[in-house]
């Protein structure tokens, strides 16, 4: 067997694979003198075109503490001793939520919108006709 050589593997490939130079050199640095303006000339700026500006949706916020304060107002008469119509005020918040976000698109709705139009709205509804009926249908003992 003939004697391995330095740098050579068994099969005669290298051991060391020698690094590709690197496929971008550094370009060396831009005078600005050379561009004819010293450190203190002004130096032209191009004008940045900006986006369209979105402006915050007002009325799904709006909406969205409509329904917050109905919310409220129901627990508050919860508190009171009347659930039955507290749980109607909350049911009822919920059921104009739902007709709320079924009309506004997703980028006015504000916080009603969470999931897909359809599936907010139905999901609401849902919940405020659910709460409706078990409060109407619990007898009074």
Do not use: C, Q
């Not at 370009?27 to 979105?54: F, K």
């Amino acid at each position: 067997m003939p004697p391995k050589t330095s740098g050579s593997g068994a099969d005669g490939t290298p051991d060391e694979v020698p690094s590709a130079p690197d496929s971008v050199a550094p370009r060396p640095a831009e005078s600005a003198d050379a561009a004819g303006e010293g450190p203190g000339d002004p130096v032209e700026v191009a004008p940045v075109e900006h986006e369209p500006r979105r402006h915050p949706s007002t009325i799904g916020g709006a909406v969205y503490l409509v329904i917050l304060a109905a919310t409220i107002v129901g627990i508050v008469i919860v508190s009171t001793g009347r659930w039955r119509t507290g749980v109607h005020w909350m049911g009822g918040a919920l059921v104009v939520a739902s007709g709320v976000r079924a009309i506004l698109p997703a980028r006015d709705a504000g916080m009603l919108a969470v999931r897909n139009r359809w599936f907010d709205a139905a999901l609401l509804v849902a919940t405020g006709v659910a709460l409706w009926i078990l409060a109407s249908s619990v007898p009074d003992v």
